[in-house]
């Protein structure tokens, strides 16, 4: 019974070794053939797989861009509606907001008792009415006081020009007085300043002691009195009318005039010494008197 399984064995072993060198045969054959027809060939065999690897690529590219593109767009879509939700709840909140301060106000106003919208605007037209009016009125007033005002001072402003220009020309005659040597003439000077200023204390007497000059006695008294009664401190009129008393024979009335001349001024001894309208009384007591007392 061993003698044949062994046999057997040996059998199965000398198929596997022709089956193993068959095949190792077909396999040096194909590669020797695989060899031939490598060097027959003019280009490499790896081309296109190149290029296949390159349009795997690029539509790899084109599908990653293809979806960055779809989840930017859906990102700024998302963001937009995030945006335009706030924005709406922003504007209803203030809408709200307003309504309810339009509620409020209205409700204060119904409890002060301002019961619509035309009762407002009617007060605020009557308050404005009556703010323009009083302003109005005030305005009215002010201007009217600043018109008087104007026209008083205009009125003023005439009146010193007249006046300065009445002065200068009086100014100017009297010049023309200090100059002229006939009497008669200074007399006519004297009347122009009357002329201008009819109370002119000082041309009044200033006439009269040129009429004292020319011998009219009662014209020059009569100045004398008048000047007296416009300015009763002015001496020389005093003066001019003791002058003419004098030359009339008024000798009490004279030496009075005289001395409320003194009183009023510095005269000197001097001067009533060399006064000849003094001279009816010169002889008096009463003058002599009247010259002890002065230096």
């Known amino acids: 019974m ?4 062994l046999i057997k064995e040996n059998t199965c072993l000398r198929s596997l070794s022709l089956t193993f060198f068959l ?31 390159i349009l795997d690529e690029l539509k790899t590219l084109r599908e990653n861009q293809a979806d960055l593109k779809k989840q930017t767009i859906e990102k700024i879509t998302a963001a937009e ?30 409890v002060i008792g301002w019961r619509s919208l035309s009762d407002i605007k009617r007060r605020v037209e ?7 009016n009083k ?14 005002d104007l026209k008083k001072r205009t009125n003023e402003l005439m009146k010193t020009q007249e006046k300065l220009a009445v002065t200068n020309q009086i100014q100017s005659i009297w010049r ?37 000059d020319i011998g009219e006695i009662r014209w020059a008294n009569s100045l004398s009195n008048q000047a007296i009664e416009i300015d009763p401190e002015y001496y020389l009129a005093y003066w001019q009318r003791a002058c003419s008393n004098a030359k009339l024979g008024n000798k009490s009335e004279a030496l009075k005039d005289l001395e409320m001349s003194i009183e009023l001024s510095d005269l ?23 010259l002890s007392k002065l230096k």
């Not at 302003?135 to 008087?148: G, H, M, Q, V």
């Not at 004297?190 to 009429?211: C, F, H």
């Open 176 to 212: 023309r007085v200090s100059i002229e040597d006939k009497i008669e003439e200074k007399i006519h000077l004297y009347d122009q300043i009357l002329e201008l200023v009819p109370n002119n204390v000082e041309a009044l007497t200033y006439k009269a002691d040129g009429l004292l």
């Open 126 to 132: 009557q308050i404005t009415e009556d703010k323009i």
């Open 81 to 110: 509606l995030n945006s335009a939700d706030r924005a709406m709840k922003y504007t209803t909140d203030t809408t709200n907001n307003i309504f309810y301060i339009i509620t409020i106000a209205a409700s204060i106003l119904v």
């Open 23 to 53: 095949l190792l045969s077909l396999q040096l054959n194909a590669l020797a053939q695989k060899s031939d027809s490598t060097d027959k060939l003019e280009e490499p065999l790896f081309k296109p797989f190149i290029e296949r690897y």
């Open 135 to 148: 302003a109005t009125t005030d305005y009215e007033k002010r201007l009217t006081e600043l018109e008087i």
């Open 2 to 5: 061993r003698v044949p399984l």
């Open 268 to 290: 000197t001894k001097t001067e009533l010494i060399n006064e000849p309208m003094f001279d009816e009384i010169k002889e008096s007591s009463k003058f002599n008197k009247i």
